[in-house]
Every structure is written in C-alpha cells, then in structure tokens.
Nanobody, 121 residues
Framework: QVQVVESGGGSAQPGGSLRLSCAAS????????MGWYRQAPGKQRELVAT???????NYADSVKGRFTVSRDNAKNTVYLQMNSLRFEDTAVYYC???????????????WGQGTQVTVSA
C-alpha cells in the first residue's frame, strides 16, 4: 500500500505565489514519474507538471514560465512552486506517484486526495 499526501494549498491573490508539497510513503521499491494534475469546477482533470526520477520535466503550456516542479528522490517528495498566479489557476491540485513495489513489478499510479488552490482578489 502506498500513501500520497499533498500539502500547501490555500488562497493567494493574483500575481502571488504558493508552494505545494507531496510525499509518497509505504511499500515503495522505486518511483518513476511524480506529478501534478488539477481539476477546476465543471472541468476535466488536466496535467499541470510532471518530473521523472532523473529530473526531466514536462509542463502544461498554461503554466510554463510560472510554475516549477522539483523533486527530492531521497524523500519521495515532489514540489510545485506556483508563481504569478492567475484566477484560472483556481482548482483542486492532485499529486500522483508512479510506483514499483519490487524490481520486476509494473508501474502503479497512486493519487493523493487533492489540495485546494484558490486565487482571488
């Protein structure tokens, strides 16, 4: 069993910053990709940013240049630094970890419970 727990959500004004953290724990042999998705009311969940265990990153066009994803492999933790926040960044942000439970195990995706980010004046 793997637990994925996000923290750091909250409220910010437009132009402000927030930093999200996400830690994975439990029966983990290795983690491949960790990342962030978000879901706004009435919309589908969408990719925000991902990072591999080697440090390769991928961003949605809407957040490029404003958000930065980083990772501490020793702590099985991923971060999302969000700068220059906009109203349209308001959403529930979900973290995922793609985990192997053993050396020959398949990758299994685990999700966190989500953390609310609200951008308002």
């Amino acid at each position: 069993q793997v637990q994925v727990v996000e923290s750091g959500g909250g409220s910010a004004q437009p132009g402000g910053s927030l930093r999200l953290s996400c830690a994975a724990s439990g029966s983990i042999f290795s983690i491949n990709v960790m990342g962030w998705y978000r879901q706004a009311p009435g919309k589908q969940r969408e990719l925000v940013a991902t990072i591999t265990n080697g440090g390769s990153t991928n961003y949605a066009d809407s957040v490029k240049g404003r958000f930065t994803v980083s990772r501490d492999n020793a702590k099985n933790t991923v971060y999302l630094q969000m700068n220059s926040l906009r109203f349209e960044d308001t959403a529930v942000y979900y973290c995922h970890a793609d985990v192997r439970h053993g050396p020959v195990d398949v990758l299994r995706r685990y999700w966190g419970q989500g953390t609310q980010v609200t951008v308002s004046a």
